[in-house]
């Protein structure tokens, strides 16, 4: 397993500097955010930002996000050249060496919350998902209403676009995923990328909206489209373990060979479809870290891992779930608990035995 964690470019308050001193992180996940999404990245762009990852000492590990253009999705007649976009992407984040690409699959939202601050009783501000508050939302005045939301759509734009979503259900969205990853996976696959699909977040549909990546069969079903290792799975345990269906360390397991990167975030289920992040550790929500880690150990995944979302503590300010302060804390606490995993193992599971060490 790596420790990385994601830093949102020159811009991100939290610095590369800083990132540096947590111990144990060497990698870096990000993404050129200020490429409009459906254009081809260059590779002067990744490759000034890797450089720029470099020259702090540290290694560009994965790229999260390539966005999906909202047509391909759709399955609209553009979806072909902006295939070709997204394919395009890939290879120069290829060719640059950065080996693990994050995209997800979900129509119009990204991860959704209803709040972003949720005082919690030590201080501590935490982000949550209430269904209830999000029933109160009303989409005729576009991303008006929804907090943190970094996609804007004005009314006119969401109306048109819940208008083309209603011809589209999750049969119909399965379609379209299935000729993205034919297209796009072999590509991938020659360049040496491995492709890591992240689940809904949350995982149930929204807004009326279909969601697909909810479940292990889903995630089965994702691998089985085109089976190729180089079609694989983001594993966000957050994101899942919303979900009280969702078995974390039984679909861990399924996914042998095709989990290439994973995101580690506890949640407090407080109802079906309503939750609060949590700390990282697994004593404080629902998502048992421990056993999730273990069979992670066990299918022998050796891939970056990122604490994701963090409360904020301590004063700081900033982008809401991506602080310092509270992630390092998550990068902490998972490193721990890997190494007791791995030094659990019997010794001769830890070091293969060669005749040399046989006294
Ligand atoms: C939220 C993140 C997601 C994730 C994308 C991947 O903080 O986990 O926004 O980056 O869904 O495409």
Known sequence: ??????????????????????????????????????????????????????????????????PVHEDIKLGAPSRD??????????????????????????????????????????????????????????????????????????ATAMSELLHAWRSVNAERLWENLAYFLERVVPVAAACGVNLALHPDDPPWPIF????????????????????????????CTGSLGSSAANDLPAMVRALEGRIHFTHSRNVLRTGAYDFEEVPHPGAFGDVDMFAVLAALHDIGFDGPMRPDHGRMIWGETGRAGY?????????????????????????????????????
Not at 209 to 234: E, F, K
Not at 337 to 349: M, S
Request: proline share 6%; net charge negative; with cysteine.
């Open 1 to 66: 397993m790596q420790m990385t964690m994601r830093w949102f470019g020159p811009g991100d308050p939290v610095r590369l500097e800083y990132i540096r001193q947590v111990p144990g992180v060497n990698g870096i996940v990000s993404s050129l955010h200020d490429v409009a999404v459906g254009t081809a990245w260059t590779t002067d762009g990744i490759e000034a930002h890797a450089e720029r990852i470099d020259k702090a000492g540290l290694r560009f590990a994965v790229v999260e996000s390539i």
């Open 81 to 154: 050249r902006l295939i070709d976009a997204f394919a395009e992407s890939v290879r120069v984040v290829g060719a640059a060496g950065v080996p693990v690409v994050c995209y997800n699959f979900m129509p119009v939202f990204d991860w959704m919350r209803t709040d972003l601050h949720l005082l919690r009783d030590d201080g501590s501000t935490a982000l949550a998902f209430s269904q209830s508050a999000l029933d109160d939302v009303d989409l005729s005045r576009g991303t008006g209403d929804l907090p943190g939301w970094a996609t804007t759509y004005d």
């Open 208 to 235: 009326g909206l279909p969601r697909i990546i909810t479940s292990g069969p889903a995630l089965q079903r994702v691998t089985s489209l085109h089976d190729d290792p180089a079609n694989g799975i983001t594993f």
């Open 323 to 359: 602080g310092l302060h509270d992630r390092a804390l998550g990068a902490m606490y998972l490193q721990g608990l890997w190494e007791a995993i791995v030094r659990q193992q019997p010794v001769f599971q830890q070091q293969p035995l060669s005749p040399r060490r046989i006294p």
